[in-house]
């Protein structure tokens, strides 16, 4: 499976983003689907998740009721629809993907996708 992000770029404190992740080769054996971000001098830190089959998402608590993880099945694609964002907000985000693990297993641990994007850089301005 080949993942690809897009959809980073700057904008203002408060604004919005639409963050989209295309895969390719195979997506009828993933599991789910997730992102993470990672800020200069920080680990990468867990997002959010989707299991692919019926849509079922979880967030971390600072981004829970700002953000929003979905996917178009007919695109193999996944969204992360990004509001109100601030500064703490700003870090490359990567989407990763999965097909060994049930849905709740380490769905927060990087090391538990198999498969990872490029990053797309976000830059939230105060």
């Known amino acids: 499976v080949q993942l690809q992000a897009s959809g980073g770029g700057l904008v203002q404190a408060g604004g919005s983003l639409r963050l989209s992740c295309l895969a390719s080769g195979g997506t009828f054996n993933v599991y789910r689907m997730a992102w993470f971000r990672q800020a200069p001098g920080k680990e990468r830190e867990f997002v959010a998740v989707?299991?692919?089959?019926?849509?079922?998402?979880t967030y971390a608590d600072s981004v829970k009721g700002r953000f929003t993880i979905s996917r178009d099945s007919g695109k193999n694609t996944m969204y992360l629809q990004m509001s109100k964002l601030g500064p703490e907000d700003t870090a490359i985000y990567y989407c990763?993907?999965?097909?060994?693990?049930?849905?709740?297993?380490?769905?927060?641990?990087?090391?538990?996708?198999?498969?990872w994007g490029q990053g797309t850089q976000v830059t939230v301005s105060s």
């Open positions: 989707i299991r692919w089959i019926d849509t079922t998402t």
């Open positions: 990763a993907a999965d097909r060994r693990f049930s849905y709740n297993y380490g769905h927060a641990q990087a090391q538990t996708y198999e498969w």
